[in-house]
């Protein structure tokens, strides 16, 4: 009993940790974080690792006692953080950018905190109106029309999927909220529309939607990577005169690999001629609109039925967080308002139960790092720092078009540039399959090269079938010296790549 006293609830196998040990732990985890944004480019970006290399060092088996907290931390400083994928920093322009900027992870751990469920208003009264608030302030601050409404969900994929979903439901004459997709021999088959350039989240979204990959049919792009409407306009006559029933165009504002555009305004009159929905996945070019002067890029998208964009990728936001605007809020709701009697006493009537437009019951209160985000960085301080990604990414462009050793692969209309070496020597023949296969190797070296300097990490695409480097700027702690870097380890990887003899 005597030893029980200076046993803290936790280790007493009752209870969560003493508020007061909570306090010093949390400053230390607060202490942590700090050093760890401040000393960043300290670690290199990737570390030196083979697969199980980590886990070899963690217990088979979980403690059955209490550990000691500094034994915990001490592990996450030796094991965790050296060994993960650095994408806080700045060296890092793979993918697309997807950082955690310090008001995010302010607004993060206060809603871990709060571990608010926002499911239902009743639940969760000030997380669900904050949520309405942010999405109109992004609503506005994207240029968007006030009849979009909208929620925040996980991720780009499961916004599509459920924008997928709500454009089945809206097919006229087929319930197929009610009546599923299996056993209807006399429905005909659904097609859905992107282009060659749509992300794979596309398809995944027609697989679980029903639709199957078979029903994707993606249209050509031209060659800047566009989608072309008049093959899409063909296609959907060719697919009805066959049979299938068009329901759905998922046009693309800044694709993955080249972060072309689709012509917004002419998807959009396509489907209106046509009857068909319009999503927009602008998981990354849509933040491009929060700068006025750049809206133009994305003319048309407003008259999409749905649209998604990610402030987990260019708008700094922690993961996960996906903005899904939509104009019709009544076809999620018809397809995904389930109300049991374990949760009809929560439904408050007139207000907003955000579990009713998609499919998690449970949701996590995203809003309040994005209102944290957006009230530190102001809206006008946000569309500056997207200027300035962009105006970075354009010295890159300059430079690769200014050297005649290398040639860029495709528009630059955000701040992704995609390029590949290609000395000059070999201008004339680069159409050639054999110099075309050699270009690709020389390329992928390059690239590793770089990646192995682990201060800059980059991620590489195939555009029209060519290896392109692939550099991607948006991070907020990237600096001009971070892009003279990157420009330097990319000459020094040309100059020392082994060109196997080749005459150029
Ligand atoms: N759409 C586009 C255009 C993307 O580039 C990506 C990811 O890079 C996604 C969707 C998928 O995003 P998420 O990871 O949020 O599902």
């Not at 088959?189 to 939607?209: D, G, N, P, Q, W």
Request: negative net charge.
């Amino acid at each position: 009993m005597s030893d029980d006293k200076r046993l803290t609830p936790a280790q007493l196998g009752v209870g969560d940790m003493d508020p007061e040990e909570f306090r010093a732990a949390a400053h230390r985890v607060v202490d942590r974080v700090a050093d760890y944004l401040a000393g960043l480019e300290a670690y290199p970006i990737v570390p030196d690792l083979k697969p199980g290399d980590v886990r070899s060092q963690l217990p088979a088996t979980p403690p059955g006692s209490p550990e000691p907290l500094d034994d915990i931390l001490g592990d996450y400083a030796r094991l965790i953080e050296p060994n993960i994928t650095h994408w806080q920093h700045p060296g890092f322009m793979a993918y697309f950018t997807s950082i955690a900027s310090g008001p995010g992870i302010l607004g993060e751990w206060l809603a871990t905190g709060l571990n608010s469920n926002v499911m239902f208003w009743k639940n969760a009264p000030a997380s669900t109106e904050l949520e309405e608030r942010v999405v109109e302030w992004l609503r506005s601050m994207l240029g968007l029309p006030g009849d979009f409404d909208g929620m925040f969900t996980d991720t780009a994929s499961v916004s599509s999927l459920l924008a997928v979903v709500a454009a089945r439901h809206s097919i006229p004459g087929l319930d197929t909220t009610e009546k599923g997709m299996a056993g209807h021999p006399d429905m005909p088959r659904l097609r859905m529309y992107c282009s060659t350039e749509a992300h794979f989240s596309i398809e995944k979204a027609a697989v679980v939607a029903g639709v199957g990959r078979e029903g994707v049919r993606r249209i050509p792009a031209d060659d800047e990577y566009r989608m072309r409407p008049d093959l899409l306009a063909e296609a959907i006559a060719e697919d009805r005169d066959a049979g299938w029933l068009p329901f759905c165009v998922v046009g693309t504002v800044g694709t993955t690999s080249s972060t072309s555009v689709d012509p917004a305004g002419a998807l959009a009159e396509i489907c209106r001629r046509e009857g068909l929905w319009l999503h927009l996945d602008a998981a990354y070019g849509g933040t491009a609109a929060l700068v006025p002067e750049m809206r133009s890029l994305l003319e048309g998208w407003e008259r999409a039925d749905s649209i998604v964009v990610n402030p987990h990728k260019w708008m700094w936001t922690p993961f996960d967080a996906s903005l899904l605007l939509f104009r019709a809020p009544e076809r999620f709701r018809e397809v995904f308002s389930l109300v049991p009697e374990y949760v009809s006493a929560s439904v408050t009537a007139g207000a907003h139960n955000y579990n009713e437009y998609g499919i998690q019951m449970g949701r996590r209160f995203r809003a309040l790092k994005m209102w944290m985000l957006i009230r530190y960085f102001g809206a006008h301080g946000m569309a500056e720092r997207v200027r300035h990604h962009v105006r970075m990414a354009a010295s890159l462009r300059d430079r690769i078009d200014d050297d005649p050793d290398w040639e860029r692969l495709a528009p630059v209309p955000f701040s992704t540039v995609c390029f590949r070496y290609r000395p000059a020597g070999l201008a004339d023949r680069s159409e050639q399959p054999e110099i075309g296969r050699q270009l690709d190797a020389w390329n992928e070296e390059i690239l590793n090269r770089v990646n192995a300097s682990r201060r800059i990490y980059l991620s590489h695409t195939r555009l029209a079938g060519r290896y392109a480097i692939r550099v991607t700027l948006g991070n907020l702690r990237a600096r001009t010296e971070h892009v003279e870097r990157c420009w330097d380890l990319l000459e020094a990887a040309a100059r020392g790549v082994d060109f196997g003899g080749k005459t150029l």
